[in-house]
């Protein structure tokens, strides 16, 4: 056997692997900031810093005692604003002294940061309590909430109907601080008028809407007195709406609500004529998907607009204008995930199954250049998936990706974890700590894109969309089923080197329904892990936090007029079908899909006698695998790996055979 030279990626590695997001350009496109982010299982918390460098030169991360994130730099000189610790706003020029504080402290954590064009304000975001003494009260003593709103709460958020996103202005030359929102409506995602004297962002404020996610565009000066005033109409979910140069349109994302499952389209409308055009339309594709990450549509002059585009398991950058769509990268194997444009310069954070995030740049159209490899001294061997484009009988392809483990230190055939994607997400040239500790611990991985998933149009989404949705389909559970068990077994019968008799499934969200449901319905499957999942649609219609909208719409019926449909598409009514070992994982604070789900599910399959385990997470809520605390994420990864080499066994090789 060859030495080993490379040491596998190991589950405590996830505090070793940064990850970028945020980028951000200078004024003349000649610096670039990002923010790092690694989860520390040490602290157990997030240490999130900023760096900065020249372009074309290696970036370094600022010195500072606190968590810095939001980098923003001025409009019209090199100042660069940060929010530090969470709650506190400072100011540092690319020369000059320490940063100066410009706001210390703010009672809510700040979610937005915006300079005006000028150079003189700050525009920044928090959550602010509508009674501030409830918050602050002991649990055991606050009064009751009285709640009159349909939707009142958000995963990973809390309570929302008492806490509005309100929007502020700080004088950048006296810290002034004056208080842009008014009448404590959901203000977010803020945008700057070229002159500095307006703004416009996203507001529900329809009572008409108040059972959806459906907003509209605002416009409103900032001068004292100001009124908001609405430039769109109900019916769509906006997004990150960004003013033209020359300030006579906008941009925006734009989501129908009552046609989803559907694309997020990038449009366009002009202030004086609101006609909104749907710039990528001819993409049939969402564009900007993680508008955390990256800070919305990028203007390149007073026609072009450039944004992020999800296609066929990539992320890719795309300008915009009346005439259509082009790609501004080349395409390849990856996926950009943040991305900024100044002055002709492109900087943009890219990854790929074996590269950790990096940050890149492009000046004038010319050759990349990687400014910043945070993750370039975590010396590990990292698995490239081949990729796979996999005719099924139904008439259409889904495209795959398979990764083997070391050949040199595991015994083939491997077991084969076939790894499904939550609901309206794509698998397929991203960076995912969690494969790699898979295939360093002999497993060989699949992951796939069938019909329902993101990145392959409107059509492919509403292909599991219930009978009497708007769009119909065949609903959970039917044509996505069936896609992947096809590729399943196609992948297996391609490769002598897998085992079709030790063969996992898992999944998070509708990827744990789906594992639900294979397991019921497939026979294909040794051991399942099912992992915050939705298995009873029926009860989970009135307690999620996207109730009733997201059921009703996809569904096309409300619960209370035909729960059958919602019965008809829930994993919990196929559960004595189940006879594989299940894994159920749920997090206590959950508010997407509440724990209650799981528990339904464990119950019932207890009761049936099947072999079932339930591990339950306190604390944490839907995003646990991506956001939750490094500690617990470790300890998820540890179990995972103790559940699937207990029913599926890799058998790693030695110097004389296999052990």
């Not at 202005?169 to 203000?187: C, E, W």
């Amino acid at each position: 056997m060859p030495p080993l030279t490379r040491t596998p990626v190991t589950i405590r590695d996830l505090s070793a692997f940064a990850d970028l997001a945020n980028v951000q350009l200078s004024h003349d496109g000649q610096f670039a900031a990002v923010t790092r982010s690694v989860p520390c299982t040490e602290a157990n918390r997030y240490r999130v810093t900023v760096a900065i460098g020249g372009v074309g030169d290696p970036l370094a991360e600022l010195a500072s005692a606190a968590d810095e994130t939001l980098p923003r730099w001025s409009p019209v000189d090199d100042r660069l604003a940060t929010v530090a610790a969470g709650r506190s706003i400072v100011v540092r020029t690319l020369a000059g002294p320490e940063p100066v504080p410009l706001v210390r402290d703010w009672p809510d954590r700040i979610e937005e940061l915006a300079w005006s064009p000028d150079g003189a304000w700050l525009l920044y975001v928090a959550r602010e309590p509508v009674d501030r003494t409830w918050w602050e009260t002991s649990e055991d003593r606050r009064p009751p909430l009285r709640i009159t709103r349909l939707r009142a709460r958000a995963d990973d958020v809390g309570w929302t109907f008492n806490r509005p996103r309100q929007a502020y202005l700080v004088s950048a030359r006296t810290g002034a601080v004056t208080k842009l929102s008014a009448g404590g409506h959901d203000d977010a995602e803020f945008g700057w008028y070229p002159d500095s004297r307006a703004v416009v962002f996203v507001s529900a404020r329809e009572p008409a809407g108040e059972g959806s996610p459906a907003n509209e565009v605002y416009r409103q000066g900032i001068a004292a007195g100001s009124a908001a005033e609405a430039l769109t109409g109900p019916g769509y979910c906006y997004g990150q709406p960004r003013v033209s140069p020359d300030g006579s349109r906008v941009a925006f994302t734009r989501m129908d609500v009552a046609n989803f499952p559907s694309v997020t389209a990038l449009c366009v409308a002009e202030f004086g004529d609101w006609r909104e055009r749907d710039l990528s339309a001819s993409l049939d594709r969402d564009v900007n998907p993680d508008w955390r990450a990256t800070d919305g549509p990028v203007w390149l002059d007073d026609t072009t607009v450039l944004a992020l585009v999800e296609d066929a398991g990539r992320t890719e950058a795309y300008r915009f204008d009346t005439a259509g769509a082009v790609p501004v990268l080349e395409r390849g194997p990856r996926s950009v995930t943040s991305l900024a444009a100044k002055a002709g310069t492109l900087a943009y954070v890219t990854c790929a199954p074996a590269q950790p995030p990096q940050l890149v740049a492009r000046v004038a159209a010319g050759p990349e250049t990687v400014l910043w490899q945070p993750n370039s001294t975590v010396d590990r061997e990292l698995r490239e998936p081949v990729p796979r484009s996999v005719p099924l009988a139904a008439g259409h392809q889904v495209d795959s990706w398979l990764t083997l483990p070391d050949a040199d230190r595991w015994q083939a055939p491997y077991p084969l974890v076939v790894c499904m994607q939550g609901g309206g997400t794509q698998h397929g040239y991203q960076w995912s700590h969690e494969f790699q500790t898979l295939a360093a611990a002999g497993f060989a991985t699949l992951t796939l894109n069938p019909r329902g998933c993101a990145g392959y149009g409107t059509a492919w989404m509403h292909a599991v969309s219930g009978p009497e949705a708007r769009q119909p389909g065949t609903g959970w559970g039917v044509d996505d089923i069936n896609d992947i068990a096809e590729v399943v077994r196609h992948t297996l019968g391609s490769h002598d080197d897998l085992d079709p008799a030790r063969v996992g499934v898992m999944g998070g969200s509708y990827g744990g329904l789906v594992v639900t449901w294979l397991l019921a319905r497939s026979g294909l499957f040794r051991a399942g892990w099912a992992e915050r999942g939705p298995y009873n649609l029926v009860s989970l219609a009135g307690t999620n936090d996207e109730s009733p909208w997201f059921f009703e719409t996809y569904l096309g019926r409300a619960v209370t007029e035909d729960p059958a449909a919602y019965w008809a598409s829930s994993a919990l009514r196929v559960a004595a079908d189940i006879d594989a070992p299940l894994m159920i994982v749920h997090s206590e604070e959950d508010r997407r899909c509440p724990i209650q789900q799981a528990e339904e599910l464990y119950l019932t399959l207890k009761v049936l006698g099947k072999p079932v385990e339930f591990a339950r997470f306190p604390g944490e809520s839907h995003e646990l695998t991506r956001s939750g605390s490094p500690v617990h994420r470790v300890q998820r990864l540890e179990l995972l790996h103790e559940w699937f080499s207990t029913h599926l066994g890799p058998r790693a090789r030695t110097e004389t055979g296999v052990r």
